[in-house]
C-alpha cells in the first residue's frame, strides 16, 4: 500500500520512479499510480456491476485511451478469459477473478506490477497458474515486480528477496543467498 501510494508512510521515505510518494499530492500520486503501476490485490478488488472485460478496461477508460476495450480485450485473451469477457464477477471463479485483475493490472503496461498476496484466496493449482501468469505479464511488459507473498517457494523465484518480521527488515538478499541485516 505504501510502495503504490495508496497509504501515506508514518516515517521515513518511500520513493519510485524518482518520486518521494510522500511529498506529492493525492493528484499527483493518482497519475503516478495510472500512468506507472498495476496492482494485483489478494482479494481481486474486481466492481461487482462490471463485466471482465468493463474491469479491465475501467483504468485506460480514465485515462481517455481511446483503444481501451481493444486492449482489454488483448490483455484478458494473454491470461486466457478471452471467452469469459462479459462475464460478471460473481460468475467467475476464484482463480478466474485474479486472472481478470491480472489483466486489469497489466492492461496499462505499467512500470512497476504490484502483487499483494496474489495468490492467497486460491488452490494449488490455481495459485500456480496466477504465478505463471504473473511472471509472464512481468517478462512481457518488462515491468518491475514487487511481490508480497508468504509462500517460501514463489519467494525463491524473485531477484531480490526482502524479508519482514514485525515491521523491520530482518534479511536483504539476491535469490539463493541469506545475507542477514539484523
Do not use: K, W
Not at 13 to 26: K, P, Y
Request: glycine share 8%.
Amino acid at each position: 500500500m505504501l510502495m503504490g501510494g495508496l497509504e501515506r508512510a508514518t516515517g521515513g521515505r518511500v520513493c519510485a520512479l524518482g518520486h518521494d510518494l510522500g511529498r506529492m499530492s493525492e493528484d499527483a500520486l493518482a497519475r503516478l499510480r495510472r500512468d506507472h503501476f498495476g496492482v494485483v490485490f489478494q482479494s481481486f478488488h474486481l466492481i461487482p456491476t462490471m463485466t471482465a472485460l468493463e474491469n479491465v478496461a475501467t483504468p485506460l477508460e480514465l485515462a481517455s485511451a481511446p483503444d481501451a476495450y481493444d486492449r482489454a480485450v488483448e490483455e484478458l485473451r494473454a491470461v486466457g478469459l478471452a471467452a469469459r469477457a462479459q462475464h460478471y464477477p460473481a460468475e467467475l471463479s476464484g482463480g478466474e477473478q485474479q486472472r481478470v485483475a491480472l489483466a486489469r493490472a497489466a492492461v496499462t503496461r505499467p512500470d512497476i506490477l504490484l502483487a499483494d498476496e496474489p495468490t492467497g484466496n486460491l488452490d494449488s493449482v490455481n495459485g500456480s497458474a496466477i504465478v505463471e501468469m504473473l511472471f509472464g505479464l512481468r517478462e512481457r511488459h518488462a515491468a518491475t515486480l514487487v511481490l508480497v507473498t508468504h509462500a517460501p517457494e514463489l519467494a525463491e523465484r524473485c531477484d531480490r528477496v526482502i524479508r519482514l518480521r514485525d515491521g523491520h527488515i530482518v534479511t536483504d538478499a539476491d535469490a539463493g543467498t541469506e545475507a542477514d541485516t539484523a
